[in-house]
């Protein structure tokens, strides 16, 4: 079969008789938040029009209230996970708490997502994305809470992102490779696109908002600085693209190769990046491919999270760029 023919649903279950032992649950977590991806791209491509079709605050034809892009997403993806049967509790960067599931006939996994990460870049019609992170639920059957939920990395079962840019993309890992899968709009499945994506082992580009170096600890500050010289061993010069929506900073990274940062800084000590559902998945989604991941001092997925919403530095890219931060970050604090 030619791999461009091969849906994301057709993916799970050829991969799925690998282990005789799986019964197909999180297979269909997996194809369920698919779904809920497709459903989040046709509002996307409509986002433009909601100002003449009724944007947020207002009423739109059928006399409802018009909600706000990350609102629906929420929903949506609330709604479609709540459904499947299969989850103790869900957590998401647009709720304070757990999100309780009305629905649990089995109650093994647990999902924190952020449904419309890089909203702020809607309005520009720049590439935004949805990240989520699956974690079995340690106390199986039970109803679950938000201590459930908040779990170290390296528990992830399965972690992914959607990509909402000049294609929808949806990529996953759930241990076994990364998987990327593009959204053929005409028939609307997920195709297999690009099947065990690795990371170059070193790239030439960095990603950060270097607007905040001022406050930088004096380590970072000496990296981004030399990447501003050509590259000693092959006399490459580096670029800078910063999107400012992690889903598609990472993806381009996960492409091309090089490094994202996002270093505390005056306005976010602990860093920006929630550990739950944006560092963690991503760190597992990069090291799958060959990547790496950590916070400064160690990897991002060993951290043990104190709450649903805490925040850690990220550094994550090729082997050899994060190698390089980490000779810098180490002589300034020896200092
Ligand atoms: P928004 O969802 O408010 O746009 O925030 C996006 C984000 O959480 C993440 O996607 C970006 O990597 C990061 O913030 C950008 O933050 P800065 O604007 O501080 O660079």
Redesign the pocket.
Known sequence: MQKQLLTIERYLMETQKRHPEARGHLSKILMDIAFAAKIITRDVRRAGLLGILGSAGTINVQGEQVAKLDQVANQVMIEVLNSTGLLAAMASEEEESSIPITKITMGEYVVNFDP??????IDANVSIGTIFSILRHPRPGDKGRDSDLIQPGYRQVAAGYIIYGSSTMMVYTSGDGVHGFTLEPSIGEFLLSHPNIKIPEKGYIYSV?EA?SATWSDGIKSYVQSLKKADTATGKRYSLR?I????A?LHRTLQYGGIFL?PPDEK?PSG??RILY?ANPASMIFEQAGGAAVDGKKRVMEIEPSSLHCRTPLYIGSPENIKELLTHLEKYEKK
């Open positions: 419309l990460d890089g909203s702020s870049n908002n905040y910063y400012g929506s992690l889903v900073d996002y976010n920006k990046l944006e």
